[in-house]
C-alpha cells in the first residue's frame, strides 16, 4: 500500500494517558488492561485495506463491523455524501411531513431494488432500532385490531437481533439480558437446533395461537452461524400464515449483497410481513437502516381508521446524506454486478477455506453464502475449540494482517463485497498460515 503522510493530531506510541471512550460491547477493563495502545488505532483505509496509527495494513476480513460492504474507496459514494451536505445536510421524517427530496427519491429505489412485494418501508438509523420498531408495529397493529393480549413473540436462541431494551429482549443471547432486565416483556425463544418449523408450532401449542403476535428470526444466524433449510423456512412462513402470525426476517447482516442476494428470504421466494436491513445499505458510511414492509401491512399500520401513529422514530431518521449515500451505493451495485461478484468470489473462498480445514482439520465444516463464511473451529469429535484458543487463531490472522470476527463457533470471514479472486486468495493464505501456527502451539503445549 501507499505510504501515507503521518496525521499532526497522532498520539505518540504506547499506552494513552487517558483514555475517555467507553466501547459499546467491549469489557473496558479487558481493554485498558491488556490491549489499548494508541498505534493500534486506525487511521487510513483503502479497497478491502485498513491501516493503524503504528503503520500496519490489514485486510478488512469483517468488513468494519460487516457494514462495510464496497470498501473504504467507494468515491462515488463520498462525492454523493459531499454534494448532499453541500445542498441540504440534514432535515427530518419525524414531525412537519416536509420530508426531503432525496428521501423520498431513496425509498423508490430501495423498495425497486429489494422487490418481494415489499412495497412500503420506514427508514431509521441502525439495525437494532428497526428490529425493536418491527416488534413494536406487530404489537401495535393487534391494538388496532381490537386484540391488545396477542403480545407473545417468538425469536430463536442464539439469535442477534441488536443491543437496547428491545433488541437485547427478542435477541437469543443471555449476555444480552441477564444482566439488564426487566426488558420487553413476553419474549419466547425456541430452539434453533433441528426444524425451525417444528420448534415453532410447539411454542406456538403451547401459548396458544391467539397469544402469538410475531415471529422474528435470522434466515442465516449470525452469532451461532445456523443455516435453517431453505425448505423449513419456506415452511415456517406458511405455518405464521396459517395462524396470522407476523414473519419478520431480520437480514441486517444478511441482506443488501452479503450473500449475493438482496434478501435472503426474497431470493428463495419467501415474502416476509417485515424485512429489516441495514450495515450495507450506505457500505457503513453514514447511518441508516430500513423496515421493509408489504402492503398488507401499512394499510392496517400506516393508514388505520380512526388515524394512529406508531409512536417510533428519531429526528435523523432517513437522514439525507444517508439516502444520498444509499442511492449511490444501490447505483454502484447495478453498474458493476455486485451481488453476481459476490456469488462467484464467495463460492471460490469458500472452496478454498474448506480445503484448507479438511487438510488441517480432517473435514470441512465451511458454512454460509456469499462472502457470510462461517469458519468452525472444533475437534475431530465436534466438539468446538475453547474460547481461549478460538481467539488464537483469530490473534494470529491479525499478527498475519488479516482481521476476522470471533464467532460461538469459531471464526466469521466477512470481507467487503468488492473483494476480488486475488484478495481472496490471500485470505485463503493467511488463514491457512494462522491456522497451522496455532494447531502447532497446541501439539507443543501437550507435548
Known amino acids: 500500500m501507499e505510504q501515507s503522510t503521518p496525521s499532526p493530531f497522532s498520539e505518540p506510541p504506547g499506552r494513552p494517558e487517558n483514555y475517555p471512550l467507553w466501547h459499546g460491547s467491549t469489557p473496558m477493563e479487558l481493554f485498558l488492561e491488556h490491549t489499548v495502545r494508541t498505534e493500534k488505532f486506525f487511521v487510513e483505509g483503502q479497497g478491502i485495506r485498513v491501516r493503524d496509527a503504528g503503520g500496519r495494513w490489514f485486510i478488512d476480513g469483517r468488513s468494519g463491523c460487516w457494514n462495510m460492504g464496497l470498501g473504504y474507496s467507494a468515491q462515488g459514494v463520498k462525492d454523493a455524501i459531499a454534494r448532499q451536505l453541500d445542498e441540504l445536510p440534514t432535515a427530518t421524517l419525524l414531525s412537519y411531513d416536509r420530508p426531503a427530496q432525496v428521501t423520498v427519491r431513496y425509498a423508490r429505489a430501495l423498495v425497486d431494488a429489494v422487490g418481494g412485494g415489499l412495497d412500503y418501508l420506514r427508514l431509521g438509523n441502525t439495525g437494532s432500532q428497526m428490529t425493536e420498531t418491527a416488534v413494536m408495529m406487530s404489537r401495535f397493529m393487534r391494538v388496532l385490531e381490537g386484540n391488545p393480549s396477542r403480545t407473545a413473540v417468538l425469536s430463536f436462541a442464539g439469535s442477534y437481533h441488536g443491543l437496547g431494551p428491545g433488541g437485547n429482549a427478542i435477541s437469543g443471547m443471555a449476555a444480552g439480558f441477564d444482566f439488564c432486565g426487566p426488558l420487553l416483556p413476553d419474549v419466547h425463544l425456541v430452539p434453533a437446533a433441528g426444524s425451525w418449523t417444528d420448534n415453532v408450532r410447539a411454542k406456538i401449542e403451547e401459548l396458544s395461537a391467539e397469544r402469538v403476535t410475531c415471529v422474528i428470526l435470522e434466515p ?150 456469499g462472502l457470510m463464511l462461517s469458519f468452525p473451529l472444533s475437534e475431530s469429535g465436534g466438539q468446538s475449540w475453547p474460547v481461549p484458543r478460538r481467539e488464537a ?24 463485497l468488492v473483494t476480488t479472486a486475488e484478495d481472496g486468495d490471500e485470505i485463503a493464505a493467511i488463514v491457512d498460515d494462522a491456522l497451522a501456527a496455532v494447531l502447532a502451539e497446541t501439539k507443543e503445549g501437550a507435548a
Open 393 to 416: 487463531f483469530r490473534r494470529a490472522c491479525e499478527d498475519r494482517g488479516l482481521l476476522v470476527s470471533s464467532g460461538a463457533v469459531g471464526a466469521w470471514i466477512v470481507p467487503p
Open 220 to 369: 442465516q444466524m449470525g452469532v451461532m452461524g445456523v443455516i435453517p433449510d431453505a425448505d423449513d423456512l419456506r415452511e415456517l412462513a406458511r405455518l405464521c400464515r396459517q395462524h396470522g402470525i407476523h414473519f419478520i426476517a431480520d437480514e441486517v447482516t444478511t441482506g443488501f449483497g452479503r450473500i449475493g442476494a438482496m434478501s435472503r428470504c426474497v431470493d428463495l421466494g419467501i415474502r416476509p410481513d417485515m424485512l429489516v436491513l441495514g450495515k450495507n445499505l450506505t457500505s457503513g458510511y453514514v447511518p441508516i437502516a430500513a423496515l421493509l414492509v408489504t402492503g398488507e401491512i401499512y394499510e392496517k399500520a400506516a393508514r388505520p381508521n380512526p388515524p394512529r401513529f406508531l409512536p417510533a422514530g428519531s429526528a435523523t431518521d432517513g437522514h439525507p446524506v444517508a439516502a444520498a449515500a444509499g442511492l449511490a451505493v444501490l447505483d454502484i451495485f447495478e453498474r458493476d454486478g455486485i451481488l453476481a461478484h459476490v456469488r462467484t468470489i464467495g463460492a471460490h473462498l469458500s472452496e478454498q477455506l474448506g480445503a484448507i480445514q479438511e487438510k488441517r482439520l480432517g473435514e470441512s465444516r465451511v458454512a454460509g453464502a
